[in-house]
């Protein structure tokens, strides 16, 4: 079931992951199994810089096949928060698809994303 319709859903979970950012980019953040019959709802990204030096960061919505770019090189300050998304501009994620990110440079930014799993 690669769309789950979520019109009479069973269980609305809402869930929190973090991390540091590395300088691979394409390291999945938050990914749905291919196989889990459920959908994410992405309601907010954050990126804080805990070091003094300024980062870029990239994150991504992968489809299986293609990243498209919610945020792509972009200065992150330091000792400064970045939102790169928030509950304005929400986004699921289906079946194999997943939020990918990564920095110019290791140990530097943390991320944090919240969203719900329905099924």
Known sequence: MANPNIVSVATINGKTDSG?????????????????SKIYKINSITCANKSGTDTT?????FDGSNDRFLAYNINVPGNTVAFVTDKN???????GDSVRGGAAANSRLDYVISYEEIS
């Open 57 to 61: 960061m990239r994150f991504s919505f």
């Open 20 to 36: 540091e950012l590395n300088t691979t980019y394409t390291t999945a953040l938050v990914s749905n199994a291919a196989s889990s």
């Open 89 to 95: 501009s929400t986004f699921y994620l289906e079946e």
